[in-house]
């Protein structure tokens, strides 16, 4: 496992960083953290290998070489993933007040945008702006291709700004048009030394490391970063120290070189370069590393070897680290030089076989307490699975427990409706007697009548032969028995009307009974088959009294009422179909390749009494962007269409037709939802399977039809 990560982090230092003195000071640094477990140190160290924010990656790839209890304190010191993210930040300007931050960079120095500083306890700093942030939008516009100066008119011309930022950790530094670009961070390096631990990095180590180990490094001992490409050199003279204190020392420092402003100075000792101990170095040596390479990591002993200058005990040769020819070697020398690193690569020969040595035994001490591991934690697996199978088990048998009482109450309750079902048909016969009755009765009436008007034709013949004064009378008698007649047919008719409607009523109350008994039938076989089922209620029925007086809507209406300056939802729709609700007419614009984005649900077939609602809103479709369409609308009418008392399939269908249609626009009218939710109110509607008349019992605005029975059905 070890090997496999070592082999990973090579080939992602490998695309990384081409130069190979990086990589050697990559190493050198996770060597000397192996030692010395001082994550502080190795922060520092990769901070000048990762010198740029396209190489920021690295921190992440290095993330896996560190031992476990270190990593958190990693992670707090080194920027993740998480922490670049992108966020935003809005300012606010009050008056002439400065937001209290400053800006950094521009296409003219070749980077983006960063926060060079920001004031304490300024607006800046309390949205959470922080130096070393990256502008990426400012007010929606990006900041890529602008120049600072056009970043700051930006910024000073609007009282609200909105920026879009993520957090690099580091600011670019040029101090000069000529001057090459480089980064620095914005925070230090806390941290404390730790005692060694972690096996994938010395494998790291073991495979990576091409030298001696590094000199330890004393508390005032310093590490400095040079890039010299493009320049003249390092601008200093080196010279070896004497038998009694060997090294490489610095002999003279040219002003106004990159030696001068890196801070050396004259008897600084360089105890190793690119991780190439010179503690013990000959002259070839010190050439070789620090001639080798455009970047150089150098580890500083301040004034070491100051006495050696102060005594006048000068090295009798000195190496100029600049560009310019220097005299050759003799023989002798090279041959010398070759000798030691001969002796050298012996000696890191058998360092590194015993290192491997080490690590192949802690590899196999590694790999026994992971198998012991992984043993311990199968039998763990085992053991939940045994359980978890058992508690499966007796979840089963609850479930087929309840399903068993569940089949049980359906079955009673399909019983006593089966129950009540036979006791409304014998009502029904009852009712049909009395009719019969009825009608026995009205033909009994009709006689009686035609032996009045008989009696009534005797008295008008005995009148005539009356007298004058007996006319009088008869007059009278006359007028009488005619207001008598009159009121006699009168209660006649009422009588008719009476029997007429309590028959159409009868047939009605038949025809819903012979309804619901074949839905009875029908769920009752479908219980026999599958017995978990649970039937769905009834549908419910408006009665022929209840639907009288209702104004049917036409199919289509002319566009011409549909202009906003006719519009008159009153001559449209009938009182209850508006309800006291609002009705609006909306135009929504059509475009090429988008829906309208909503979701219908209604129509006569269903519970909401012909309505089609909207119950969902799609965000990004038309409705959507138009913003005058919200869940729960009833939708009346489309580009002239009804949309009421339709089915839901029609409804959809026309939605679809008038989207197609020719015309750059979609007109609907409305009616705008209540206050309430609308699965409020679908919740709400109720049937009750009943004996008795149908009556009408309003819920909110919809209508809804209770049969009077113990026995109530919910819909949900």
Partial sequence: ???????????????????????????????????SMSLSELIT???????????????????????????????????????????????????????????????????????????????????????GDEVLRINGYSVNESTHEEIVLLTQSTNYIEMKIRHIGMLP??????DQLRWE?????????????????????????????????????????????????????????????????????????????????????????????????????AISALKGSKQLTITVRPQEGEELFKDNIIPKKSIHLDNEPQPQDSEEKRAER???????????????????????????????????????????LREAEEKKKQEEEQQSKLQKRKSEEDDEEISRQLEQELLNLSLTQQKLDDEKKQEESRKHQESRTQAQRRES??????????????????????????????????????????????????????????????????????????DLRKPNLIPSPPKTYMSPSAAQGVRRTPSRIGQDKLSPEKFDPASLFTKPQIAGREIRMIKIKKEKDTD??????????????????????????????????????????CNGRTMLDIKLARAQEILREEMKAAGDSLTLVIAVAPPKAYEDEVKKLTHTLAMGDIQEEPISEHPTWVLKDDIQVTII
């Fill in 453 to 526: 008007e008989r009696k009534e034709k005797q008295t008008r013949q005995e009148l005539d032969r009356l007298s004058e004064h007996d006319k009088k009378r008869r007059k009278e008698l006359e007028l009488q028995q005619k207001l008598e007649e009159q009121n006699r047919l009168q209660q006649e008719k009422e009588e008719r009307m009476r029997i007429h409607r309590l028959q159409q009523e009868a047939k009605e109350s038949e025809r819903e009974i012979q309804r619901e008994q074949q839905w009875l039938s029908q769920e009752a076989e479908k």
């Fill in 338 to 380: 070759e000798e030691l690193e001969r002796l050298r690569q012996i000696a890191v020969d058998r360092e590194k076989k015993r290192q491997k040595k080490e690590t192949e035994e802690r590899i196999h001490q590694s790999a026994l307490a992971k198998l012991k591991q992984r043993q311990d934690e199968l039998q763990r």
């Fill in 596 to 637: 309208l984005g909503v979701t219908v649900e209604g129509g006569i077939d269903s519970v909401l009494g012909g309505k089609v609602i909207v119950t969902e809103v799609w965000e990004g479709g038309l409705a959507h962007r138009h913003g005058g369409l919200y869940k729960g609308d009833q939708i009346m009418n």
């Fill in 173 to 178: 530094i040029k101090r000069t048009r000529t």
């Fill in 185 to 285: 961070y914005v925070h230090p390096v806390p941290g404390s030394p730790e005692s060694p631990n972690g096996t994938v990095l010395g494998e790291v180590i073991n495979n990576m490391s091409n030298g001696a180990p590094s000199p330890k490094m004393g508390k005032e001992d310093r590490r400095v970063f040079v890039n010299l490409e493009g320049t003249p050199g390092l601008g200093c003279s080196i010279c070896g120290g004497p038998a009694y204190k060997p090294g490489v020392f610095v002999k003279n420092v040219k002003p106004g070189s990159i030696a001068e402003e890196i801070g050396l100075k004259l008897g600084d000792q360089f105890l190793d370069v690119n991780g190439i101990n010179l503690t013990h170095a000959d002259y070839g040596e």
């Fill in 1 to 35: 496992m070890e090997k496999q990560i070592a082999r990973q982090f090579r080939q992602k230092v490998q695309a990384l960083l081409e130069d190979e003195s990086e990589r050697d000071t990559l190493y050198t640094s996770l060597r000397e953290y192996h030692e």
């Fill in 45 to 131: 160290d990769l901070r000048k290998v990762v010198n740029s924010p396209d190489r920021m990656e690295l921190f992440e790839d290095v993330r896996p070489l560190i031992p476990l209890k270190h990593q958190v304190e990693y992670d707090k010191i080194v920027p993740n993933r998480l922490a670049r993210k992108a966020r935003i930040v809005k300012l606010v300007k009050n008056g002439p007040d400065s937001l209290g931050f400053s800006l950094r960079g521009g296409i003219e120095h070749g980077v983006g945008i960063y926060v060079a500083h920001v004031v304490p306890s300024s607006p800046a700093e309390i949205s959470g702006l922080r130096v």
